[in-house]
């Protein structure tokens, strides 16, 4: 009992807390809504509804086949103290030891883009995270990397039609724990998983695919070795673990099919009739995140899962930067919970409804819930909302954010999961972030696992190269 009221008068504070970094903006956010002009189209623009639909159009570079640009050459040693892509951050430290590693690869990623049309992202990321409490025999502690490269290289433009890119994705996943150690599996939260860096495979190529616009961007179609949850029903406040959220009731969800949160092949496809609305569409193969090669081998194999996303993107105030997105995402699959083969099929359906709004420049709020099918999820229902806010405390390149979840498992017997996050992510360096995040998982999902509150205390570090 005593633990219980802990973790009620924790989430207590944090909300409290939340609601009164956030009072201003709510207030703005309010005022916006009423005085808009009625007559005024409160949809976002078409560059609005592009930038919030979830598909990468490579911001901030020339596409590599079009008119002739000047030749940029290469100048590996001049300074480049924040990452390219960054924006103004705050350093809380000017020194920085990893400038003679990440000033040359910075100017080549410069080089690359200007004259190429290449845009990367080089990052690692170490999760340190350890339990107040596990199952008997599991340990209560594990570290995590992931070193990540990713390429994105846009290709080529037809005027009047769209543009056209491929991307690439590369990491390496390693468990640095002294066990194999699953966390979610040791304290038992069948159905949330709290340590999303780690990885069953130690090197893999995540994505893997093409992707050309037509109608100047207005229909994209993509196919290849894909995540589905890039394209549909994402949540830009908690799609990033690397970043925000570790818990994946906030990164991505669990009420969803087996398969949606992994990498699959499969091709997609959006469409922008007008401005301020979309709609996203994908059909990949679930069985192929199991394989351990490419993940194109199961293509043909009889399993789908296909969904359709619809969505309103709004844009709000006086200067229209109140975004928000309000969707609902529908899918069917024949890949269930028990099926290893073609000759084991499930069908069942699942829903997502998502409601995501700035109330200010740098603070968001979202609302989630989703429901599945028993047989084919890990979760039958789950509900979750949050706040994220960026550059806190006038600090650029800081942000903090607090997401809520309750999580129905889809196994009999198991409990009703509570979950309460917060992080403070701080830019130490220009190289460096490191995040301290708490975890309050309230009745764990697993009934071997002992009731009440167990909190999971998390260290990580991310080196943006």
Known sequence: MQRRTFGTTAFAALTCATICLGDDATGRFLQALSTSDLQQSRLGSISQTQDLALFWLVPNVDPFFSPHKSFIRLNLNLPRPLPVNDGRIDPLIGIDVFSPIATPLRNLEIWMRENFGVRTDLYNCTVAQQASTSI???????????????????????????????????????????????????????????????????????????????????????????????TTAANFFADDETNQFLASCFDGGNAMPNGWNNYLPGAYAQFIPFQGFYVNTLATSPMGAQDSGTGFETIGDGLYLVGAEAGLVTSLGASKDLIGRYSVFVCNTNSGNSTTGAGSKQYGNSATFMAQQFLDRDLGVWLTYQLSDANISPAAQELTGGVGIENVFGRFGDGVGLGLAWTDSSTAGDRQQKTIETYYRLRLTGSVEISADIQLIDDPSNPQAKGGATWVFGLRTKIKF
Do not use: M
């Not at 995590?144 to 890119?165: H, T």
């Open 136 to 230: 008997a025999g599991q340990a209560r502690y594990a570290i995590s990397n992931r070193l990540n490269y990713r390429i994105d290289w846009k290709a080529w433009e037809i005027p009047g039609i769209g543009l056209g890119s491929i991307t690439a994705n590369f990491r390496v996943n390693n468990n640095w724990s002294t066990q194999d150690t699953s966390l979610g599996n040791a304290i038992g939260s069948n159905v949330v998983l709290v340590d999303s860096v780690t990885s069953n495979q130690n090197i893999n190529l995540r994505r893997l695919f093409v992707q050309q616009g037509f109608c100047d961007d207005r229909i994209l179609v993509g196919a290849g070795k894909i995540l589905p949850n890039d």
